[in-house]
């Protein structure tokens, strides 16, 4: 869907769910600027158990693929594109980590997401 004003088009962008099950994002290509909504957070551990932690990555690389200049995340402050490099990094620790698994992103604003985080996947697997 493309939005147009005097001044900037935009584009709202879904590739399916990550954070929930109906993520968008919008996108004003000619300034390279990503308004993420929560499939990315700066300094913030993200909440996983509304979402796909599975099809989320997926979802970051075809946003890292936009090749944002700027990306204002869900959380936190405006950041450049390291911050979907984190939240990859984030998922991946999170996914392979034990369910009683030690916080990888103690220095993170709410630490005590990581166990939530945990005890949603543990509460999702086969």
């Given amino acids: 869907r493309d939005f147009s004003g005097a001044t900037r088009r935009a ?13 968008a994002v919008l996108w ?3 300034e390279r600027i990503l308004f993420a ?7 913030w551990h993200p909440w ?5 932690v599975g099809a989320w990555p ?10 944002p ?4 995340p869900g959380h936190g ?9 984190f939240m990859l990094g984030y ?7 034990a369910p009683d698994g030690a916080n990888a992103y103690p220095d993170l604003d709410y630490p005590e997401m990581w166990e939530r985080n945990l005890a949603s996947i543990a509460d999702r697997a086969p």
């Avoid at 200049?69 to 204002?72: A, F, H, L, M, P």
């Avoid at 402050?77 to 490099?85: L, N």
């Fill in 37 to 43: 909504a929560d499939l990315v957070v700066v300094n």
């Fill in 28 to 30: 004003v290509a000619d």
């Fill in 91 to 97: 998922l991946d620790a999170l996914t392979r980590a």
């Fill in 58 to 67: 997926g979802i970051l690389t075809r946003l890292a693929a936009l090749q």
């Fill in 77 to 85: 402050p405006v950041a450049g594109p390291e911050a979907i490099e």
């Fill in 11 to 23: 584009q709202a962008l879904t590739f399916g769910g990550g954070h929930t099950l109906s993520d």
């Fill in 48 to 52: 996983v158990g509304d979402g796909d």
């Fill in 69 to 72: 200049r700027q990306i204002v």
